[in-house]
């Protein structure tokens, strides 16, 4: 497997080893950066894909990047997100329902709060074969909608910035 984007891989001395994004930057920070290609926001890198795949292609691909699918933890970045998107497509993010039980969770562990994410109005549904979020415009606003996994969409990876 290929990914879109190549991105090397460095390490800090006291850098954890996961991709996530929760942790801080380090305290002494001289310079940060991002892989060619990705949009700086904050403290992350996030790459938007214009390959259609599933939502496990998606993180994969995220994955094999060090990153992980879009997890949203503001609305000022949602709005950063959103105004780089193309509204006739829809975007996978790292949200799922893998047990089809309402129990929805961020793939990088971050609690989730259904008061703190932005579902369009009506969503999430309670269709049993919709388990994966995605972002799209409806009526020309963002909003996450729940949808099957195992259809084809546009992503958005998201890693912390390199800091040197």
């Given at each position: 497997m290929t990914s879109e984007i190549t991105y090397a891989e460095v390490r800090f001395k006291n850098e954890s080893k996961s991709s996530g994004t929760k942790s801080e930057p380090p305290a002494e920070k001289d310079w940060s950066c991002c892989p060619k290609g990705w949009e700086p926001f904050s403290l992350n890198c996030y790459f938007i894909s214009t390959k259609d795949k599933n939502w496990n292609e998606s993180e994969k691909n995220c994955s094999g990047m060090k990153a992980h699918l879009l997890v949203i933890n503001t609305?000022?970045?949602?709005?950063?997100?959103?105004?780089?998107?193309?509204?006739?497509?829809?975007?996978?993010?790292?949200?799922?329902?893998?047990?089809?039980?309402?129990?929805?969770?961020?793939?990088?562990?971050t609690p989730y709060n259904q008061s703190a994410t932005f579902w369009h109005p009506g969503e999430p549904s309670s269709h049993p074969d919709e388990r994966c979020a995605a972002l799209n415009a409806r009526w020309q606003n963002w909003g996450?909608?729940?949808?099957?996994?195992?259809?084809?969409?546009r992503s958005i990876c998201k890693v912390m910035k390199i800091y040197l």
């Open positions: 609305k000022a970045e949602q709005e950063f997100i959103t105004g780089k998107l193309d509204k006739n497509w829809a975007y996978f993010v790292g949200l799922s329902d893998p047990e089809g039980t309402g129990h929805w969770q961020w793939v990088d562990q996450l909608n729940d949808i099957p996994c195992g259809e084809s969409h």
